[in-house]
C-alpha cells in the first residue's frame, strides 16, 4: 500500500506567478516527509477531501486532498510504496527548468550592470 499524500493548492504561488509573471507548480504534494510539486496532478484511486481549520498542515494549509492511491504528476507516475525506503520522485518540467535558469541569468546580469555600472561612476569621479 502507498503511502499518504497530501496534495493542497499553493496559494502564495498563484499571488507570486501573477505578480511576477511567472508559471511556477501552483500544487504541492507531501508524501513521507517530502515535498514535491506540479503544475497538473492525477489522482487514482480513492481520495478524501479534509477541511481542518483547526489543525491545519505543517505548511498552514487548511484544505487538502489525502489519498493512497497513485498519483500522476504533469504526466509523469509518482507514488511510493510502504515497503520503499525512497520517497516520491520528484518532477520538474522542461519549461519550469528554463523558467528558472531565465530567472538566475536575469539576477546575474542585473548585478554585473550595477558593477559595471559603479566602475564608471569611480572612473568618472576619477577623471576629473
Known amino acids: 500500500m502507498n503511502k499518504i499524500a497530501r ?16 508559471n511556477n507548480p501552483i500544487f504541492t504534494i507531501k508524501q513521507g516527509g517530502s515535498n514535491t510539486y506540479a503544475h497538473n496532478v492525477k489522482v487514482k484511486g480513492e481520495m478524501e477531501l479534509v477541511y481542518s481549520p483547526d489543525k491545519p498542515l505543517s505548511c498552514g494549509a487548511k484544505v487538502w486532498i489525502e489519498t493512497r492511491g497513485e498519483i500522476e504528476l504533469d504526466g509523469k507516475i509518482a507514488h511510493t510504496s510502504s515497503q520503499s525506503q525512497t520517497s516520491t520522485v520528484s518532477v520538474q518540467p522542461t519549461t519550469q527548468l528554463a523558467i528558472n535558469l531565465n530567472k538566475s541569468l536575469k539576477e546575474f546580469l542585473s548585478k554585473k550592470r550595477k558593477k559595471i555600472k559603479n566602475k564608471n561612476k569611480l572612473s568618472a569621479c576619477l577623471s576629473r
Open 7 to 22: 496534495i493542497h493548492v499553493n496559494q502564495h504561488v498563484i499571488k507570486a506567478n501573477a505578480k511576477n509573471g511567472e
